[in-house]
């Protein structure tokens, strides 16, 4: 039986130097996640941003145990209220999978099964797991439906009696058909009207409030993070490069990369601001640069940048801005000695800053 307790000053979820390669016979094997950690506390959301192909769903779908055939995760340590999912067996998992944490899928409203009712298949991820017979299976997804504002009504339709929306809404009733704390939503606005994007914010924003969940919510979309989450994660080519509460990362970004997304994003309060655009492609996965990822394509590299991998480090304490040149950085003092990740921190991985460096725990 799982504990479904949880201590809100520890983090329901745990994260640490997450490694995960796709292998392929005809070529070298990608490294699509390289050493990402993160934290996820009780009734928190955060955010985790970064262009296509950054590791944004390979990191949900390692967590959630998901991955197809040909990847594998190397290393790493996944804690789900002091469990670590990595090293329990399948069996274990399914204890976990959909009743302690469940993911709605990008582009999760064309999965449906056309050719059964709604109701029959949130019935089904029910039964899958939770054998308590049909009268109150029935009783069960009417609750879930009128949490996500379907009417009851609407149970016996098909999926092509459903709008976009509604779509949506159904999946992520599905998701929360076993209660868990725990929920992935990767990219759930995709394909649908900004009316609608909106109306499936706020009710991921009700569920949460109504139900205590803990949301991940993966998104290329920074103006979504800034609305719905408390801490985001920025991810570039596979590893975090900037990580911490949403305001500190929006307003004092550190990395070079972050800098730029956000500058490629509209500011409301500079409509006249000119909004830059980031030069270059992301790395190919099975021909990484020996050095930052980002190197190749930033315009505050330094000759270090190409050679050495930069690593996760504590910034904290460059609560401002950072200026041109980078002088705030060799301005402050800080320890070097390893220190954990630590809820309210601001940390990235850039050479161009000096602060401790995030230690294993």
Not at 42 to 52: A, K
Not at 165 to 178: D, E, P, S, T, W
Not at 316 to 339: I, R
């Amino acid at each position: 039986m799982i504990d479904r307790s949880a201590n809100p000053t520890e983090p329901l979820l745990h994260v640490r130097h997450l490694t995960v390669e796709f292998v392929s016979a005809e070529s070298a094997p990608a490294r699509a996640v390289e050493d990402v950690s993160f934290d996820v506390y009780p009734g928190q959301t955060l955010g985790l941003v970064g262009e296509s192909g950054c590791g944004k769903t390979t990191t949900m779908l390692s967590l959630m145990r998901l991955l197809p055939a040909a990847g594998r995760i190397t290393s790493g340590e996944v804690l789900f209220d002091g469990i670590d999912l990595l090293r329990i067996t399948e069996r274990q998992m399914r204890q976990y999978r959909w009743k302690e944490m469940a993911m709605v899928f990008q582009g999760a409203m064309n999965a449906l099964n056309p050719v059964r009712t709604v109701g029959d298949q949130i019935a089904e991820a029910i039964l899958l797991h939770e054998p308590i017979g049909h009268e109150a299976t029935d009783r069960r997804v009417i609750e879930l439906l009128d949490l996500v504002g379907i009417a009851k009504s609407r149970k016996e339709q098909y999926p092509h009696q459903y709008s976009g929306g509604m779509r949506q809404r159904a999946m992520i009733a599905m998701a929360l058909a076993c209660r868990p704390r725990l929920l992935f939503a990767d990219e759930p606005t995709t394909a649908l009207d900004v009316m609608i994007q909106a109306q499936i914010l706020e009710l991921l924003e009700k569920i949460q409030r109504e139900l205590g969940l803990s949301i991940v919510l993966v998104t290329h979309d920074l103006g979504v993070v800034a609305e719905m989450c408390e801490t985001v994660v920025v991810m570039y080519g596979g590893q975090v490069a900037e990580y911490g509460p949403i305001d500190v990362v929006y307003n004092a970004p550190q990395h070079p990369y972050t800098q730029r997304l956000l500058e490629a994003f509209p500011d409301l309060n500079r409509p006249s601001a000119q909004l830059v655009s980031i030069p270059g492609y992301p790395p190919r996965l099975n021909e990484l640069p020996p050095g930052c990822r980002f190197e190749p394509r930033c315009h505050k590299k330094i000759e270090r940048c190409a050679l050495v991998a930069p690593k996760l480090i504590d910034v904290t304490s460059l609560s401002e801005p950072v200026a041109s040149g980078w002088s705030l950085a060799a301005n402050k003092t800080a320890s070097t000695n390893n220190q954990p990740l630590t809820t309210n921190h601001h940390y990235a991985s850039c050479h161009l800053l000096s602060g401790p460096e995030v230690s294993d725990s």
